[in-house]
Each structure stands twice: as C-alpha cells, then as structure tokens.
C-alpha cells in the first residue's frame, strides 16, 4: 500500500541540518507514528513521502517554508528581567516555556543586554533552518474504525460516520 491521505504511516527518521549536526531522531523500535492528512507533521515532508510504500527509504531536504517557517525578526524581544523568577539563573541560548495568548509557547535566550534587559527570540528553534530526512517507511495502512473516530472528533466537525463534512478534510 502506498501512502495517501488519510492512512495511518509509521516511519523511523533521522533530521540533520545543513551542517550536519543531527538534531532529532527516532527513538529505536519506537517510529514515528501520524495519520497522513492530519497536520501532525510539516508539510514538507509529509508532501514528499506521498506515493512511498513499507520498507521505502528516502534522503528528503524540506525547505524551510515547508517546515517550521523563516525566522520572523518581529518574534524577537527585548523582555524585562523583572518577568523571569528572581532565583533564575538566565544565560544565552537556554530555552523556556512561557504562556502566551495562544497556549504555551517556547523561547531561546539570545544575549542579556544589560541587568535589567534579556532579548527573547520566540521564533521556533529550527524556524529559517532548511531539514535533512533520511527516513524510512515501516508501516503504511488503512486507519482502524477507532482511529477514523478520533481523527473525525478532533477535527471539529464532530463527524464519526465519516460521511464527510468537508469542513476540516480529515474525514
């Protein structure tokens, strides 16, 4: 079976970047597992294992605006020190989890300016970073009746028959 919307696709993946740092990878015997179709991974990848089938392995470079994004110059901030705990220990290049008006997001110290100033970049960390796949297809099926379920229920259009709102494009 080849890979379509709407299947069930479980894969191992290795990511480096340009450099050739790895920077992710699956854990061994636990693939990464997803619904195509379904947003649960970048576009840029999950548009180019389309078509693969089981046992399929693939070198794949996703650009980054079919990834994470170009890093956005108006995501980085100058933020009060008064904001962090007082017994925080701030140094450049350490990463937090904030609470922003869209849920909980993630920042990266840039540089402290001064005592008073610490400079946040809340872009994501691989935002502007073109991503280096190798991967490798070990799975690839129709989705159980209980997974047709979940996804029509997470979608929002609370559609379990799968008669197809049309509102979401996940059932």
């Known amino acids: 079976m080849n890979i379509v919307d709407n ?12 450099s050739g740092e790895e920077v992710d990878r699956s854990a061994e015997d636990q693939p990464l597992a997803f619904i195509t179709g379904s947003g649960h991974i970048i576009p840029g990848l999950e548009r180019q294992i389309m078509g693969m089938a089981v046992g399929d392995k693939s070198r794949i470079t996703v650009a980054p605006e079919d990834a994470y994004g ?7 901030a100058d933020v009060p020190r008064r904001q962090f705990p007082a017994e925080m220990e701030i140094k450049p ?7 922003g008006p869209d849920g909980i997001m993630s920042a990266n110290v840039k540089e402290i300016k ?3 100033t610490v400079v946040v970049d809340l872009n ?3 935002a502007g ?3 280096h796949f190798d991967v490798n297809i070990v799975e690839v099926r129709e989705l159980t009746d209980d997974e047709r379920s979940l996804l029509s229920a997470s979608c929002g ?8 709102c ?6």
């Open 124 to 126: 994501h960390p691989l």
């Open 157 to 164: 259009c609370g559609n379990e028959e799968d008669a197809g």
């Open 7 to 18: 299947v069930y696709v479980a894969l191992d993946y290795r990511l480096t970047l340009d």
């Open 129 to 131: 970073k073109t991503l």
């Open 114 to 116: 001064d005592e008073n």
């Open 93 to 99: 290049g350490m990463m937090f989890h904030s609470q």
């Open 70 to 76: 170009l890093a956005n110059p108006e995501l980085i």
């Open 166 to 171: 049309g509102s979401c494009g996940c059932c």
